[in-house]
């Protein structure tokens, strides 16, 4: 029977795909907009930084150097997390910034079942007509030339069945949708795994798993989620063959404005297996690229059920302004409760 042996969570935001120095750039886009969220709001820039404290001395340059070397740091351990405990298939649980999917059809939940799946590079074209500060860290996420990555369709199938069987109607792709770029490939929340944590080279097959965090009407709730990654982790125990299994939660923690207490509090629940906060987050918290808790929420789920617990944290808020905007990037592994109590 398949077990699942190892799990990690990482952000993939942009700034960790470019120098600090080129940080201030995605600054000057939060300077501009409207819609920044927060804490169930709204709000302009100004807004924002009349209502928060001044992070000004989170935006000195050594700061933001220390912070985003302790981030390479981390994706370093949590790549070595993997590599040790020789996985044989990777079930990764990500959002679709409406890269592949869009209005003609949103699940909330979809599996992909193919075969395989292309890893295609940006144009040159594509790459200028991104916002600033955000085509370098794109190139981050894709390899120089198409790669066809392996995927595993026989347990994507099997997570699909048994999760319909207990209730969840879970969309099947055999085939992506050409999607934003119109390449049929796999989105920077999956691709960024590969680049960063697993090597361009990696053989290791896949399994993506899309979670609708961002757009309305049917983003799921928190307690979906977590029903949704239990669900997943009976569905992997009970998968016939004998795999070792790998899960990946891909986004967050909370951007593009910084909350610290609402990410402290939910690093507090993965760590304590607090299934009651993990299902209470409010959905007016998982706004804009906060709602990619929901991608963690699903996996602490999995691990819930497939008896996987926290084994490291680290946690590195990296501010870009004075009013708090920036990313907060998480980086968590789990490993099965025997090997921790043994340690």
């Not at 295609?120 to 991104?130: L, N, R, S, Y």
Request: glycine fraction near 10%.
């Amino acid at each position: 029977m398949a077990t699942v042996v190892a799990g990690i969570g990482t952000s993939h935001g942009p700034q960790l795909k470019t120098p600090p120095v080129r940080w201030a750039e995605r600054g000057e886009a939060d300077r501009r907009s409207s819609t920044l969220e927060f804490r169930g709001g709204r709000h302009t820039f100004d807004e924002l930084k009349a209502e928060r404290d001044d992070f000004s001395h989170e935006c000195a340059p050594d700061v933001q150097y220390n912070r985003w070397a302790a981030c390479q740091r981390a994706m370093d351990r949590l790549g070595g997390h993997l590599a040790d405990a020789a996985i044989d298939v990777l079930v990764i649980v990500s959002s679709d910034h409406k890269e592949v999917y869009d209005d003609e059809l949103l699940p909330a939940f979809a599996v992909y079942w193919g075969d395989a799946v292309d890893h295609v590079p940006f144009t040159p074209e594509q790459i200028a007509a991104m916002q600033p500060g955000l085509g370098e860290a794109a190139l981050g996420d894709v390899p120089s030339s198409t790669v066809t990555r392996p995927c595993h369709a026989g347990l994507a199938r099997h997570l699909i069945e048994r999760s319909a069987e207990e209730g969840f109607d879970v969309a099947a792709s055999r085939s992506l949708p050409a999607g934003r770029y119109g390449n049929h490939g796999i989105p920077h929340g999956y691709g960024f795994i590969y680049q960063r944590i697993m090597g361009e080279t990696s053989k290791v097959p896949m399994v993506p798993v899309f979670v609708n965090t961002f757009y309305e009407p049917n983003p799921p709730t928190a307690r979906r989620c977590l029903d949704f990654g239990r669900a997943l982790g009976r569905a992997l125990a009970s998968f016939p063959e004998d795999l070792r299994v790998g899960v990946v939660a891909s986004g967050g923690l909370s951007h593009f404005v910084i909350d610290e207490d609402l990410d402290r509090a939910f690093i507090r629940g993965l760590e304590a297996g607090d299934e009651r906060y993990l299902a209470s987050v409010p959905a007016s918290e998982m706004r804009s690229g906060s709602s990619e808790l929901r991608n963690w929420i699903v996996v602490a789920g999995i691990a819930a059920e497939t008896g996987l617990t926290v084994g490291s944290v680290d946690y590195q808020p990296c501010y870009r302004t004075e009013a708090g905007t920036g990313n907060a990037m998480g980086f968590v592994t789990w490993s099965p409760a025997t090997e921790e109590s043994d340690r």
